[in-house]
């Protein structure tokens, strides 16, 4: 599904896009408006880095996985490669996302 967000709907999802290559994991919810405001940007990164998984992840849906990430509230962001985080951005600017993407897609 390169090029488009992938909503994750339960953990097997997680797991499946998650355990190879590289995503980056948005954790949002309905009352957010921050991360509502972000959904834009997600939806760009999605486009401009078809090699890298876009996730996005209803925190209501994931709560044992947020605990488990230390993501305390939205949106937050996860950077993972191979199955291992590397990086998580409590909230973002959406220059901070680029720079993250583009610091996933060159890592090997």
């Given at each position: 599904?390169?090029?488009?967000?992938?909503?994750?709907?339960?953990?097997?999802?997680?797991?499946?896009?998650?355990?190879?290559?590289?995503?980056?994991?948005?954790?949002?919810?309905?009352?957010?408006?921050?991360?509502?405001?972000?959904?834009?940007?997600?939806?760009?990164?999605?486009?401009?880095?078809?090699?890298?998984?876009?996730?996005?992840?209803?925190?209501?849906?994931?709560?044992?996985?947020?605990?488990?990430?230390?993501?305390?509230?939205?949106?937050?962001?996860?950077f993972?490669?191979?199955?291992?985080?590397?990086?998580?951005?409590?909230?973002?600017k959406?220059?901070?996302?680029?720079?993250?993407?583009?610091?996933?897609?060159?890592?090997?």
């Amino acid at each position: 599904m390169a090029g488009k967000v992938i909503i994750c709907s339960n953990q097997s999802d997680w797991d499946i896009h998650t355990r190879s290559g590289k995503a980056m994991a948005f954790f949002t919810a309905p009352w957010s408006g921050q991360a509502h405001k972000l959904s834009p940007t997600v939806r760009d990164l999605a486009m401009e880095y078809p090699s890298i998984k876009v996730l996005q992840l209803d925190m209501r849906h994931f709560e044992s996985l947020a605990r488990t990430r230390e993501v305390v509230a939205p949106p937050a962001f996860l950077f993972i490669q191979n199955g291992n985080q590397i990086k998580k951005l409590d909230t973002a600017k959406p220059e901070q996302l680029y720079d993250m993407m583009e610091q996933l897609q060159m890592a090997t």
